[in-house]
């Protein structure tokens, strides 16, 4: 009987490459070059910097950094060879989902995409708007200081979208269900409106700088465009099971690959992605001993968590019991951390 533990693999999206993660390739991954060496090619020869040359400047630049076709990039480099960092003496990875941009990486980490084939899926789709952004995206909290759904605040937030959304030359739409948080994206008159309605709740909403309007209909130019220059011959069936933003899991033997070429250039570029349901899918059906948060950052592990709570898996019932659980048995192990990157990697 196998002492491994199981694991379930969440790849980050936009937002976790900041001034923090600067130098995170060089600092872990010297010995990765073979896949950076394949990223920066690629880069290279459509006219963009290379990650390890983005990852090595001296000083962060919000300006350069957070823009969509350095971002996604770096942040796949980064997660990717987190993913490769992973003792498989240690672990069974049964599945992997990501959220957002997540998503193209976790397809990468289970093969979905060759390495050649996965950085031009996520440089196309991070260079989409680099001429110019179309519509923004802003986070709000739906859940009170333990982590737990507060259902009249959601409804409220739901209901203010769709009103809103209504209302002539505004477009406002719920873009991810992050669990403890909302992300809600749209056109500058509908964002303004929504900032102007909602009840402040400390510093929220905040607004997501250098983000379009992901997951939202305003991008179904982009969808379009993606379909016709990036061909389904290019996705395999994944190695390892995949769950996706509604949810559903791709199996390693029963994936239609146009069906994941489809979803991926066209539901999840238009329609809301639903971490949340994700995560809960990950939970119940896979059953994992932990979860691996690939770096850089941490932003996800406050969702995965809230998603325990919500389910009380294990008796996680709060945060207040999922930091003491963290302390001596931790269920959620992010890459991002020096102290919990040491928990899984080989060396």
């Given at each position: 009987m ?8 969440i790849?980050p999206?936009?937002?976790c ?14 010995d ?6 394949t ?5 290279q ?8 040359e983005?990852?090595?400047?001296e000083r962060?630049s919000p300006?350069t ?34 959220n957002s941009m ?5 397809l ?11 950085i031009?899926?996520?440089n ?8 110019k952004?179309i519509?923004?995206?802003?986070i ?21 979208i ?8 505004h ?16 056109c ?15 510093n929220?909403p905040?607004?997501?700088?250098n ?12 969808s379009?465009?993606?379909l ?12 390892v ?5 509604n949810?559903?899991?791709w ?17 999840q ?10 995560v809960?899918?990950?939970i ?20 995965v968590a809230q ?41």
């Amino acid at each position: 009987m196998s002492n491994k533990q199981r694991a379930v693999i969440i790849c980050p999206g936009r937002g976790c490459y900041n001034k923090e993660q600067l130098g995170y390739l060089s600092q872990y991954h010297a010995d990765k070059q073979q896949i950076i060496r394949t990223i920066d090619t690629f880069r290279q020869q459509q006219g963009f910097q290379g990650v390890s040359e983005l990852d090595a400047m001296e000083r962060f630049s919000p300006a350069t950094h957070t823009k969509g076709e350095h971002a996604s990039a770096l942040i796949y480099a980064c997660a990717i060879s987190d993913k490769e960092a992973i003792d498989l003496e240690q672990y069974d990875i049964c599945a992997i989902s990501g959220n957002s941009m997540g998503w193209y990486i976790a397809l990468a980490a289970a093969q979905a995409l060759s390495p050649d084939h996965a950085i031009e899926v996520i440089n196309t789709m991070g260079a989409a708007m680099e001429d110019k952004l179309i519509g923004g995206q802003l986070i709000y909290p739906v859940t009170d200081e333990e982590w737990i759904t507060k259902p009249s605040q959601r409804s409220a937030v739901l209901a203010t979208i769709e009103r809103i959304n209504s209302l002539d030359a505004h477009e406002l739409y719920l873009s991810i269900d992050l669990g403890p948080f909302l992300v809600i994206a749209g056109c500058a008159n509908g964002l303004k409106q929504f900032e102007k309605e909602i009840e402040k709740i400390d510093n929220y909403p905040i607004r997501l700088v250098n983000h379009g309007a992901f997951h939202t209909p305003m991008l179904r130019g982009i969808s379009n465009n993606a379909l016709e220059q990036l061909p389904a011959v290019m996705f395999n069936k994944p190695s390892v099971p995949l769950i996706d933003g509604n949810g559903k899991v791709w199996s390693p033997y029963a994936t239609d690959t146009k069906a994941l070429h489809q979803y991926t250039l066209d539901n999840q570029v238009c329609d809301p992605y639903y971490f949340n349901r994700a995560v809960d899918v990950a939970i119940k059906e896979f059953a994992p001993d932990v979860f691996i948060v690939l770096g850089p950052g941490n932003s996800l592990s406050s969702s995965v968590a809230q998603r325990l709570i919500e389910l009380n898996w294990q008796g996680i019932n709060s945060k207040s019991a999922f930091i003491e659980r963290q302390k001596n048995n931790p269920i959620i192990i992010a890459m991002g951390m020096p102290a919990q990157r040491q928990l899984v990697t080989i060396d």
